[in-house]
């Protein structure tokens, strides 16, 4: 008979051990809700829309409501589970280790790094002043800093969810590699120029950024750091999903197709650059913007157009383009939103003609 | 207890906002006293190093930046 194992030892330190394993439980217990919940909600929507309700398959109003009932559940679900992951890889890094990183790379390899690391750092747009002043002062070029002040909020973690939750995974890989290839490029382009007179002169004046927040993160703390993230920001988009989906899920089902051919289709040359000049003063979180964007390309938009209005709308912020002021001059400003804009129609017209 | 000497850094956007409320917050709750200012200035946030706002620091030194800090953390932070 097997002898009971724990006689005779001494007792270990039990508390640590003891709540450190029941967040691990936690954490695997809502990691199975999740596969569950995402793999019923298809059915359910179905079932409720055609069975219980009795609506047809093919009607209007029925094809809105179970595109409606399946898309905002499965968005949500996406949403929280894929943020989760991303802000456990986000407390690996912060912007004094990226600005380490950057610090002494040249232009050209100094640009990619930087729209590399705009993606996995995390950003706010009532960051950017602080985070340019920091990496300036530490010698890293413009042009690199730039880089990143365009990858971070246009690579934009909810965008890139949402277009692979609606459109799957190829068109959410196209969005982040077009916004990393925008970024570098734009970034070589503006330290190209020599723009360094158009920085405000105090940013010059202040000494050099080293050392700053030092932080050591247990699994625990990072754990803890991404559930906040995921209720911050789900609680503030949650809405702005459930209202672009309704408008989607109508533009679905009523709205017939090719309607929009003619003017946003490929054959309209001039709306690419028309979707991108009117997504300049339009700032609208991704998540309201994501689905109504899926639904016009499903109406007939080209996705080249529809792509380049996104980007334009997530990237170029009229918000941020006013805290930037306070340490860039107008002129620099101005060169900033052109690269851009213009980056971006160029890969508008690129997609156009890629994809038929 | 010596008075704590708070700073919360930060622009004026809603977090910032926050941040000083729920310093304050669980400053009186535990009868902690603290001497609060607010930094919204960049010329004078800049001599702390930091990179994202809201900033807090506390007796000169910077101990958090780009976030609030749940209550008790930030308890921890000022007793320390």
New interface residues.
């Given amino acids: 008979m097997a002898q009971s194992i724990a006689s005779g030892r001494p007792e270990a330190p039990a508390p640590v051990r003891h709540i450190n394993g029941r967040l691990y439980l936690l954490v695997g217990v809502a990691a199975v809700a999740w596969i569950i919940a995402y793999n019923v909600i298809q059915p359910i929507a179905d079932g409720i829309t055609y069975n219980i309700l009795g609506l047809e398959h093919g009607s209007h109003f029925g094809d809105s409501l179970a595109f409606f009932l399946y898309d905002v559940p499965k968005v949500l679900l996406l949403l929280g589970g894929m943020i989760f992951m991303i802000s456990i890889v986000r407390t690996f890094f ?3 280790r990226t ?1 380490a990183l950057l610090g002494g790379k040249r232009q050209g390899i100094g640009n990619v790094l930087a729209a590399m690391l705009g993606i996995v750092t ?3 747009s ?2 950017a ?3 340019f ?2 990496f300036v ?1 530490s010698g890293i070029p413009l042009g690199v800093t730039f880089s990143f002040l365009i990858a971070a909020p246009t690579i934009n973690e909810v965008a890139v969810i949402l277009l692979y939750g609606m459109f799957g995974w190829q068109i959410a890989a196209l969005y982040v590699a077009s916004g990393l290839v925008i970024a570098i490029i734009a970034g070589m382009i503006i330290g190209r120029l020599k723009l360094e007179r158009y920085v405000e002169d ?1 940013v010059w004046q ?1 000494k050099a ?5 030092q932080e050591h993160l247990t699994w625990e703390d990072r754990i ?2 991404a559930w ?1 993230s995921v209720k911050e920001i789900v609680g503030k988009v949650w809405i702005y999903v459930v209202i672009g989906i309704a408008v989607g899920a109508g533009i679905h089902g009523f709205v017939p197709e090719s309607a929009l051919a003619s003017i946003m289709g490929s054959q309209a040359w001039w709306s690419v650059p028309a979707a991108v000049l009117i997504g300049i003063p339009l700032y609208s979180n991704a998540a309201g913007v994501v689905p109504i964007v899926g639904a016009l390309i499903e109406k007939g938009a080209s996705l080249g157009t529809a792509l380049a209005f996104m980007m334009s709308v997530v990237g170029l912020s009229l918000p941020e383009m006013i805290i930037l002021r ?2 860039l001059k107008p002129q620099l400003i101005v060169v900033f939103v052109g690269v851009i804009a213009g980056a971006i129609i160029i890969t508008g017209y690129m997609f156009n003609l890629l994809i038929r | 207890m010596a008075q704590v000497q708070v700073k919360v850094l930060g622009s004026g956007c809603a977090n910032c906002k926050r941040l000083e409320e729920t310093v304050r917050k669980v400053a009186a709750a535990r009868g902690i006293e603290i001497a609060l200012e607010k930094v919204t200035e960049y010329n004078d946030m800049m001599k702390w190093n930091i990179m994202q706002t809201p900033g807090l620091v506390v007796n000169d030194k910077l101990v958090s930046a780009g976030r609030i800090p749940k209550e008790d953390e930030i308890a921890k932070l000022l007793l320390a």
């Fill in positions: 912060s912007p004094e600005r995390p950003f706010c009532c960051s002043v602080p985070l002043i920091g002062e105090f202040l950024g080293t050392g700053g927040l803890y750091r906040e306070r340490v």
